[in-house]
């Protein structure tokens, strides 16, 4: 989920003084932690602009490190991991600094505290999202890994007494080499925590990282492997009934009535519970509960929404950009260059609505008493969860405990709430801990969706077919209104506009409108690359055409506006060289191209696909090159790429939601389906060395795939798709 525009300096500043704007009492806080142990206390910029107004200094405290007495690093973790590899990265850059093994670093999850743990990239919100948790830890923890680091030394030097610059740290252990003395973190830590914090630390430079971009081993791997990984799904509170449920077809519609006669019969169900617009059936294992659940004979009232369409979304938005928008960005007069531009290109583009389908199925378990509730669960939003359990519950904030899991798949779906909601709902009419557990249907029809978008793209062209005129207006729903209302200003937010503004390419006159929309009735919500997932098709698609119209290549075209972006044009032509662009391909067959700036993250792709004779298309190899900045963990970058690209090619060849008569058609992966193994294709990936600070990964393959392969599609065809997901029926030949 991008804020960029909410991003503070921390992530951006690198050397051997405190992130700008910190003051050192604020940014490391020392004490002893029980046991005579060090505790430290790491600190990031408050992101309330309020506060900052009132007391400049004010920081809220994001995550803590205790070195404890027996010398265990223990990081509290202020992430979450949901297969992306956040608990290996950001235990490195602690590691990195402090001079221990990362095998000693453990991890504890943090606890719902907003104010102790809000990530400064998400205006303080506790929340794992946005490409940014290495991004957000990269200078605060190598900082606080530096400042204990040295405070150890000084405590081993100070017992000895000696010069601490005659002292070294190494593998948790202070040495002193002219004597071969040594001591361990554990021992020294109560002194260390005695001492003053220092006014300055040097950081490492790259040429002294050891770990730092080196391949390290996934440290949840092992767990993850022999089946001892807890996740949200595997948690088991003593009694611990399983609910699943079925809600209203349509959204907004209500329960009229439940026979739940049959229901009842059925061998294991222990009871039906109604609410307004759902009805769950409660039993002692999941097959019971679908067997239970099959049984009711439901009826619902359809509500307001019982008639709608996916085509009157749809023409609903194509009619609001016939009218103005907010000003995105405006360089220049767009209009008065298109006035006297050689040649005039227009198109419209469409984007659908995608669910998520996490791998591992949504899930809640909620424990409701009179004097508290307790929830275990794998969510991206730990303070939003408790928040929400307590507003439904009536209870206080701090009688609600939360446990966060592991997570098997996030893509924005666990940003939300709406599922503890309903698992505390349930849980209010049993007596004991439920695990709610939606089917593959009930997710699926049920989802918060990525929203649908409607296009308008027109340039003007000078007599050499460069672009003198760009304008884009597009309408379609602002997640950030929602999730964050302060982060929507003037008809604007920076996610649903990322990807359309500030592109790579020098573009003299540039005009970029957004038209809030929202659907009746269909909740939207962040998904695996949020904006860019839409703005990059049509951004990228449209260069193409421009470069089409000009008959020039597509890769020559873009080079040519990339003068001042040198990192944009660096990735291109390195994707382009290990593709082979411009080296033939068989008849049936082409590649395709794009560039992005998102995340932070330089990346571009190219796509080679075959399409058959009956319109099918097949992605035979991506390659990709990136610039992410420096990189932490090089296995993580490939992975992410990699498992980006195949969320991508997905969509592109097969995403989209659609409404029938208020009801989503799609129902499970046969009729929304995922990209199989078996049409994987091979992935290359070619990362960029950089010393500049991390961008983000977690998302930036996912955009970038999709107008790369309707691009190739194109080069393959002649037939430019602008529309997504790809119409096989639009590609057949003729026979």
Request: aromatic share 6%; charged share 20%; net charge negative.
């Amino acid at each position: 989920m991008l804020l960029d525009s909410l991003i503070s300096t921390a992530a951006d500043s690198d050397g051997p003084s405190l992130v700008k704007g910190f003051s050192r009492r604020a940014f490391l806080q020392v004490g002893v932690a029980a046991g005579g142990g060090l505790l430290l206390s790491l600190s990031l910029p408050a992101a309330n602009g309020e506060a900052e107004a009132a007391d400049p200094v004010r920081f809220s405290p994001n995550a803590f490190i205790r070195i404890d007495g027996d010398g265990r690093v223990v990081l509290t973790m202020p992430y979450v991991e949901m297969g992306q590899g956040t608990y290996t990265a950001i235990p490195m850059l602690i590691a990195e600094e402090l001079e221990v093994e990362l095998k000693q670093v453990q991890l504890e999850h943090a606890p719902p505290d907003e104010k102790l743990y809000g990530n400064p990239l998400l205006a303080g919100v506790q929340a794992t999202g946005n490409s940014n948790a290495v991004r957000a830890s990269w200078q605060p923890l190598r900082q606080a890994g530096a400042i204990a680091r040295t405070m150890l030394l000084s405590a081993a030097a100070k017992r000895w007494n000696v010069d601490p610059a005659s002292c070294r740290a190494q593998s948790g252990e202070v040495l002193h080499a002219p004597t071969g003395r040594k001591l361990g973190y554990g021992e020294l830590a109560a002194d260390a925590a005695q001492l003053p914090v220092p006014d300055k630390v040097d950081l490492k430079g790259p040429a002294d990282f050891k770990l730092i971009g080196t391949l390290a081993k996934r440290l949840d791997t092992p767990a993850k492997v022999n089946g001892t990984a807890v996740y949200g799904i595997d948690v088991r509170p003593v009694g611990v009934k399983i609910a699943t449920l079925a809600q209203s077809p349509v959204f907004g519609g209500r329960l009229k009535s439940a026979d739940d006669t049959a229901a009842k019969a059925v061998k294991g169900v222990r009871q039906i519970v109604r609410l307004d617009d759902a009805v769950a059936v409660v039993a002692d294992h999941m097959g019971a509960a679908k067997k239970g659940l099959a049984a009711l004979v439901i009826e619902w009232d359809d509500g307001p929404h019982a008639k709608l369409s996916t085509e009157d979304i749809a023409s609903e938005l194509e009619q609001a950009t016939l009218n103005p928008g907010a000003v995105a960005q405006n360089i220049g007069d767009s209009d008065k260059a298109m006035a006297s531009a050689a040649t005039r290109v227009e198109a419209t583009y469409q984007v659908p609505f995608l669910a998520h389908a996490t791998m591992e199925p949504m899930n809640c378990t909620a424990h409701v008493r009179k004097d508290g509730c307790e929830i275990w669960i794998g969510t991206q939003v730990m303070a939003r969860v408790q928040a929400a359990a307590a507003k439904t519950a009536g209870l206080p904030l701090d009688k609600v405990v939360v446990h966060n899991h592991l997570i098997g798949g996030g893509f924005g779906r666990r940003l939300e709430t709406d599922g503890v909601v309903r698992a505390v709902q349930i849980a209010q009419h049993v007596d004991g801990p439920v695990k709610v557990v939606w089917t593959r249907e009930e997710d699926i029809q049920h989802d918060m969706y990525r929203p649908t978008f409607f296009d308008r793209m027109s340039a003007g062209l000078d007599a050499k077919g460069m672009p003198v005129a760009w304008n884009h207006r597009f309408a379609g729903s602002s997640v950030i209104a929602r999730w964050l209302p302060p982060g929507f200003n003037k008809g604007l937010d920076p996610d649903t506009t990322e990807g359309a503004i500030d592109l790579v390419y020098a573009l003299p006159n540039m005009r970029v409108e957004y038209l809030r929309v929202e659907p009746p009735g269909i909740p939207t919500a962040f998904w695996r690359s949020v904006g860019p997932s839409h703005n990059v098709f049509v951004t990228e698609s449209f260069i193409d055409e421009l470069a089409a119209a000009a008959k020039q290549d597509p890769v020559a075209y873009r080079r040519a506006l990339l003068d001042k972006a040198p990192r944009a044009k660096a990735v291109l032509d390195l994707a382009a060289e290990k593709a082979g662009w411009g080296q033939p391909l068989p008849q049936g067959a082409g590649r395709g191209v794009s560039l992005q700036f998102a995340f932070a993250t330089y990346m571009a792709q190219v796509a080679e696909v075959e399409v058959s004779k009956d319109g099918a298309v097949r992605v035979r190899r991506v390659v990709c090159a990136v610039d992410c900045g420096t990189v932490v963990n090089p296995d993580t970058v490939q992975a992410q790429i990699q498992g980006g690209i195949i969320f991508g090619i997905t969509a592109a060849l097969h995403g989209e939601i659609t409404l029938k008569d208020g009801r989503v058609e799609q129902s499970n992966f046969d009729t929304y389906q995922v990209l199989r193994i078996d049409e994987a294709p091979a992935i290359d990936v070619h990362i960029v060395e950089s010393a500049e600070p991390p961008g983000g990964m977690g998302e930036t393959g996912t955009s970038a795939i999709v107008p790369a392969i309707a691009n190739a599609i194109f080069a393959a065809t002649g037939k430019r798709l602008r529309r997504m997901p790809v119409d096989n029926s639009a590609l057949k030949q003729p026979a």
